[in-house]
């Protein structure tokens, strides 16, 4: 390839490409005792000074063959490989699915949100429990750099077991990145609780006029839109990736499965009543809204609890927990029918400027490693699942979600 100087600069982006495929064909991998290490890079994402980027990405790479994910840990960086702060890049959340794709079909690479056609493609779900949402088996937000994800002892989560697939499919992962470039930004904590105000925004991604008492969340801060930034400010285009770090092992019949739950606190439980036909369903709106406490009440008493009570669908020992907060959270416990504490996961803030210490953001959460046979969750039992958030000031668009990884008992 010849690099004339008037052609250097495309040249030069050309080289980057290459690069970039290549990274992303060949991931690092390492085995340690066993333990396999791969490190993949995401396609790229592309972002300006308050714009959004909130894509699909289908048939990402993945480890491949009948194994046991052990951990699962992500970080946005930039094309250097350098890890990006939140306050430049807010992530969102990232969610990783796990689906049967039919043999020799083709689909595009950005699949937008528009969801698979069902013949074609079936999201294997985790076990539970909302109907339409949170259906991952992998994904956190801003607290990415600084959870422990680990699925400890003999312990794992089971994947590409051939059993498992319908013949004529095949398996694939699809990662889904919300990333917001705050770059600049009027009001920071406004954009990455997604004001629909500051996105001057009132359709939403789907075109469907938002309702006058939807002040933010997923509604406002789709794909391309953009928040408002400051008269002047410029600040560069950006190439970004989410590099994500997976370890695994081989499976064999001492790896004890386990299932994957994601409770969510704005859960509407439709208890089954076979009497009258009626089977469960949960409605999870996944965001809610904390409204701010009344004048004159002390800050440290401007709590905002919210709860909601949910069975499994199984009983297990509870081998791993932890929830999901945005900023403002101040903690999430679930409990027992009994009231004892099954876990409680509290948010870390950050205090500098540093990539996994950013102040004023979530950049990790506490999570429970119970011993196991310790923490056990009874056949039917009722849970019930608090998440409380400071409400000194309004929070738009939070979430209260407890993530559980349990061993079935019976098995
Ligand atoms: C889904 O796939 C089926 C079978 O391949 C096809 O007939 C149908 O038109 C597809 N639906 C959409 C919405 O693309
Ligand atoms: C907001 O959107 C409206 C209609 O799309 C447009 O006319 C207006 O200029 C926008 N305001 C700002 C501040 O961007
Ligand atoms: C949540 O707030 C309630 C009421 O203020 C309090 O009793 C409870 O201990 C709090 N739980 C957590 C996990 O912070």
């Known amino acids: ?28 991998l390492s085995n340690e005792n066993g333990v396999k290490t791969a490190v993949f890079l995401s396609p790229k994402f592309v ?16 480890p491949r063959g009948h194994v046991a994910i ?7 960086i930039d094309e250097a490989g350098n890890p ?78 051939q059993a498992e697939i319908p013949d004529g499919y095949e398996e694939k992962w699809m990662l889904n990145v919300h990333a917001i470039d705050t770059r600049g930004v009027l009001d920071r904590s406004g954009c990455t609780e997604c004001r629909c105000d500051l996105y001057n ?22 794909d391309k839109t953009k928040c408002m930034v400051n008269k002047g400010f410029h600040g560069v285009k950006r190439r970004l990736y989410l590099r994500y770090t997976v370890k695994y092992i ?30 469960s369903r949960h409605s999870c709106r996944v965001e809610y809204d904390v409204e701010s406490c009344d004048i004159g009440v002390a800050n440290d008493d401007c ?7 949910v069975s499994l669908p199984t009983s297990g020992d509870v081998i791993y927990g932890v929830a999901h907060q945005h900023a403002g959270g101040t903690g999430s416990t679930l409990y027992g029918e009994d009231g004892r504490v099954i876990c409680s996961s509290n948010p870390v803030y950050g205090e500098g400027k540093e990539a996994g210490n ?22 039917g039992e009722l849970l019930t699942l608090v998440s409380n958030y400071s409400s000194a000031r309004r929070h738009i668009g939070v979430m209260g979600l407890f993530y559980l990884l349990v061993a079935d008992s019976s098995t």
């Open 358 to 379: 950013e102040a004023g953001y979530i950049v990790g959460m506490s999570t429970c490693y119970p011993s196991p046979g310790t923490v056990k969750i009874s056949d």
């Open 84 to 161: 990006v702060p939140l306050h430049e890049t807010y992530l969102h959340h990232w969610v990783v699915l796990r689906y049967h794709q039919r043999k020799g079909v083709d689909i595009p690479k950005y699949h937008g949100n528009k969801g698979f056609n069902e013949s074609d493609y079936a999201i294997v779900r985790n076990s539970g429990v909302c109907d339409q949402d949170l259906l991952q088996y992998f994904g956190l937000g801003s607290e990415t750099r600084k959870t422990a994800t680990h699925v400890p002892g003999p312990y794992g989560i089971e994947i590409g077991n």
């Open 201 to 222: 925004v009132t359709v939403d991604g789907n075109g469907r006029v938002l309702p006058s008492d939807y002040y933010g969340g997923l509604g406002c801060c789709y």
């Open 250 to 279: 081989d499976w064999d019949a001492s790896i004890v499965p386990v299932k994957i739950y994601i409770l969510d606190v704005t859960d509407v439980w439709t208890r089954p009543d076979d009497s009258r036909g009626v089977r």
């Open 303 to 309: 709590i905002h609890a919210k709860r909601v009570s």
């Open 70 to 76: 052990k951990s699962f840990n992500a970080e946005v």
């Open 47 to 62: 972002l300006k000074p308050g714009y959004v980027s909130n894509k699909d990405y289908n048939d990402i790479d993945f």
């Open 1 to 28: 390839m010849v690099c004339t100087s008037y052609w250097w600069l495309s040249c030069l982006a050309i080289l980057l490409l290459i690069t970039e495929v290549k990274s992303s064909k060949h991931p690092q």
